[in-house]
């Protein structure tokens, strides 16, 4: 059955920063958040204006049959022309918002795609997929000059859910829909994606299945892979559906071709996705440990046991204190539990019980009981952070996050090390002490998913060179550990050089032949996953 498409929301995007224009710290905030990190300005930079930008006329003209899909207006180009990365945001603060798309395109369908790639390609003009515009790593902006024009192929209008299959739960839907707009339009059915990464209210599916998106639950099925069933992928050289099955083994899995390969091979226009019955049982609780080594040894405990729960994210001293879980220097393990077919508080008592065989505490148990207040305090926090960091980038703070995986073996010296020569290195570049925070937030059987947080003084004026700096020293301590330079956050630009040496040299001899043949003029997203 086929659904209409949702109203749009009437809220302004912020074109230079996270989420909603009216969400941001106003200067008040941002002072006061700034008087708490050492090195910051005295006042905030002021918030951004497109108007202030020189923005030229774009080097190409569209052709006429394509004209109505296309716009020049310099706003939209300006919103279309990075990520929402701290550095982006630090170079928008500056006026330095790098190369400006000369053109954004809004297909409504994939004979629209398949065209613009053509005239693209004939034209030699470089096309950067987008769609929520949320990527972290540099994955939807233009960098270099060997393209005589940018055109960002904006797919948020091709937003509608075209099937639905209530007894295979499934349903098919089109890449440019956003996470609310989707989870809408499937709660009249009783059924979920269930996938909610941070980014969820401003990602789109096509999105998260280009760059391999990991959600928001800690174990079990959290990475889209999993959910997609099967995909239809618009190219240069031709279009091509994969066959929607619950399993194949028929030969390498052409889904799995595309999942991750951020627009450089392809454009996915629609999918099949698998869906869930949405959960109508949950509780959860927060458990603290005195020590990390401790709670890193509970949670390997509850990653290698049967009882996969939905959030079991692990937040040290710093991260607790920085998020209002914890003020008494204690590490804080957040976990949940959730189905749609029976009560939950057996397997959160069970959980309890091997966080307590490690030195855990709680406050609260039970399923009825109400989530505590660190449970309250760390989702807060989690929806809020990404405005406290733009608030900070106004006053000239470098705050990011970065995220990898490792093996259980490596994670505690890993986690040591990171907060050592980041840390290090931010007092180098800045001459003021860092907070180096980490916190785990999806756990395997194998090993786990640590995410940091950098908050630093900066360089006024110099504060993206900063973040480059730090970011290139956490780079190789990934290395050294052999731990993944992404887990969920996509390749990017930014990650090229770690991905470069991370791959095997001959899968990349194959990347590289698979680009040629499906993109041979070269302008899919030139720069991401490899060179041109």
Request: glycine share 10%; with cysteine.
């Amino acid at each position: 059955m086929a659904e209409a498409a949702a109203p749009r929301t009437h809220r302004t995007r912020s074109w230079w920063g996270w989420g909603w224009a009216d969400a941001h710290p106003d200067d008040a905030e941002c002072l006061e958040m700034g008087a708490l990190v050492p090195g910051t300005l005295a006042r905030p930079l002021p918030v951004p204006k497109i108007a202030d930008l020189r923005i030229g006329p774009p080097a190409v003209t569209p052709p006429a049959a394509l004209a109505p899909l296309v716009t020049a207006d310099p706003a939209v180009r300006a919103s279309h022309a990075m990520g929402k990365a701290f550095r982006d945001v630090a170079r928008a603060l500056r006026g330095r918002p790098g190369r400006i798309p000369d053109l954004v395109a809004h297909p409504r369908s994939d004979r629209d795609v398949a065209d613009l790639l053509e005239w693209a390609g004939e034209h030699g003009v470089a096309v950067v997929p987008y769609g929520g515009g949320s990527s972290v790593v540099g994955g939807v902006e233009y960098r270099g000059e060997a393209h005589r024009a940018v055109l960002s192929l904006d797919l948020t209008a091709m937003d509608a859910v075209l099937e639905i299959d209530t007894a295979g739960r499934s349903a098919l839907v089109q890449a440019g829909i956003l996470g609310p707009a989707l989870e809408d339009r499937l709660r009249p059915h009783g059924l979920t994606l269930r996938h909610f990464p941070q980014s969820f209210e401003f990602s789109t599916l096509g999105g998260w299945l280009a760059t391999r998106a990991g959600g928001h639950y800690a174990t079990g099925r959290t990475r889209i892979d999993d959910f997609a069933q099967s995909l239809r992928v618009v190219t240069p050289a031709g279009t091509g559906t994969s066959w929607r099955l619950p399993s194949s083994g028929a030969g390498p899995s052409p889904d799995r071709f595309f999942l991750g390969s951020e627009g450089a091979l392809g454009v996915i226009t629609r999918a099949w996705m698998r869906l869930q019955e949405r959960p109508g049982h949950k509780a959860s609780a927060a458990v603290a440990f005195t020590g990390l080594q401790d709670a890193l040894q509970a949670v390997r405990a509850i990653a290698q046991s049967d009882l996969l729960p939905a959030n079991c994210r692990l937040l040290d001293a710093g991260e607790a204190a920085l998020s209002g879980a914890s003020h008494d220097g204690s590490a804080v393990l957040v976990l949940g539990f959730e189905s749609a077919t029976a009560p939950v508080g057996d397997r959160l008592g069970v959980a309890l019980d091997l966080a307590r065989t490690h030195g855990g505490t709680t406050a609260k148990t039970g399923a009825d009981a109400p989530p505590d207040a660190a449970v309250g305090a760390w989702r807060s926090a989690f929806l809020r952070m990404p405005y406290l960091r733009d608030g900070l980038a106004r006053m000239g703070a470098v705050v990011e996050t970065f995220e990898t995986a490792a093996t259980w073996d490596a994670i505690p010296a890993l986690i040591d090390d990171i907060r050592t020569e980041v840390g290090a290195a931010a007092r180098r570049a800045t001459g003021h002490p860092a907070l180096v925070n980490c916190r785990l937030t999806h756990v395997y059987p194998d090993g786990a998913a640590p995410y940091f947080t950098v908050i630093a003084g900066g360089r006024p004026g110099d504060e993206e060179a900063v973040w480059d700096e730090l970011k290139s020293v956490a780079e190789d301590v990934l290395h050294r550990h052999r731990a993944t330079i992404t887990h969920h956050h996509a390749v990017g630009r930014d990650h090229r050089r770690s991905y470069d040496r991370q791959r095997p040299e001959p899968f990349a001899l194959a990347l590289r032949a698979a680009k040629s043949a499906l993109d041979p003029h070269g302008v899919l997203n030139p720069g991401v996953l490899l060179d041109v």
